[in-house]
């Protein structure tokens, strides 16, 4: 009796968790990178990403004129220097969605120009 009674525990636990975590992934949320006014330069991603909260499944949702910008995925220390020779990925469609699945910080640049040093950048944070 006592062993039937651990095994439903453990199948009530095993159910939560799996609800939890499906919760968890129909609650991804698309993010607009910039706001309004989306990937551009005179925008303050700074404040913008400082003010927004991004979890893991969520996309970030980049918005631009392919003509003018694009969309690269660096490492910090290319971040800051605004290097744009060996991005992890690049992205040029102009409405372009990016998924982070592991908390972290990950560093976005446009790689058009002298617009990353124009302050076309961002360091998004994703964590629960």
């Not at 700074?46 to 991004?54: D, G, N, R």
């Not at 910008?69 to 020779?85: E, L």
């Not at 990016?98 to 124009?118: E, P, R």
Request: charged share 15%.
């Amino acid at each position: 009796m006592a062993y039937q009674g651990r095994c439903n525990a453990v199948r009530t636990v095993a159910v939560l968790l799996c609800v939890m975590v499906l919760a968890e992934t129909a609650a991804a949320a698309v993010v607009n990178v910039g706001g309004t006014k989306g990937w551009n330069l005179g925008v303050n991603y700074q404040s913008w990403a400082s003010s927004t909260k991004v979890r893991p499944n969520d996309s970030l949702f980049f918005k631009y004129d392919p003509r003018l910008h694009n969309v690269m995925v660096v490492s910090k220390a290319d971040y800051d220097s605004c290097k744009t020779t060996s991005p992890w990925s690049k992205h040029t469609s102009g409405k372009d969605s990016i998924k982070f699945t592991k908390s972290g910080t990950y560093y976005l640049i446009c790689g058009i120009g002298t617009h990353c040093k124009a302050g076309m950048k961002v360091a998004v944070t994703v964590r629960w």
